[in-house]
T-cell receptor
């Protein structure tokens, strides 16, 4: 079983739609959680950290459920520029990051 | 540009050849990481340095792979006797170290390796 699992998609949604991504992680000792965004042929960039209390950054909302070892990302009012691969990431200890496979999102006009 | 830089950006080599990649971290960052990303997958951790000390190596880092950071600044990743399975994007990242559980890692643009 992979340490971080997420639905690879692809997700194709119309502009303005709300889209949700989920991921699960297997290491219950993990302490830090993130969503990264990766554009085609570019490096990953931190989108947002994820906290147990949930956190919001504009149109993006992230949630963490430690009991279920589940992380989510919600994108509201999606824009064409949101098209990218979204990577669920867990701090795997000793500063290393453990990435999920990534979920590819395409926003259609 | 004060971000993480990597060189070369692309490398095509024949099977059995040796290759070396370079990473220059953000100047005040004392931690440096190497990851590998294959098509359709997320990056996988290979190794990391704090200053010049290599503190962790993944089991993915076979004996054909060696990484160095001799003066605690730039790092090199060498692959000896390349195999077709080594074809991937090799990403470098850097971060500061502090008392936090986690310090954001900033990624470079990567070196794309193709082994023919």
């Amino acid at each position: 079983r992979k340490e971080v699992e997420q639905d690879p998609g692809p997700f194709n949604v119309p502009e303005g739609a709300t889209v949700a991504f989920n991921c699960t992680y297997s290491n219950s000792a993990s302490q830090s959680f993130f969503w990264y965004r990766q554009d085609c042929r570019k490096e990953p960039k931190l989108l947002m950290s994820v906290y147990s209390s949930g956190n919001e950054d504009g149109r993006f909302t992230a949630q963490l459920n430690r009991a279920s070892q589940y992380i989510s990302l919600l994108i509201r009012d999606s824009k064409l520029s949101d098209s990218a691969t979204y990577l669920c990431v867990v701090n795997g200890g000793a500063q290393k990051l453990v990435f999920g496979q990534g979920t590819r999102l395409t926003i259609n006009p | 540009d004060t971000g993480v830089s990597q060189d070369p950006r692309h490398k095509i080599t024949k099977r059995g050849q040796n290759v070396t990649f370079r990473c220059d971290p953000i100047s005040e960052h004392n931690r440096l990481y190497w990851y590998r990303q294959t098509l359709g997958q997320g990056p996988e951790f290979l190794t990391y340095f704090q200053n010049e000390a290599q503190l962790e190596k993944s089991r993915l880092l076979s004996d054909r792979f060696s990484a160095e950071r001799p003066k605690g600044s730039f790092s090199t990743l060498e692959i000896q006797r390349t195999e077709q399975g080594d074809s991937a994007m090799y990403l470098c990242a850097s971060s500061v170290s502090s008392g936090s559980i986690y310090n954001e890692q900033f990624f470079g643009p990567g070196t794309r390796l193709t082994v023919l």
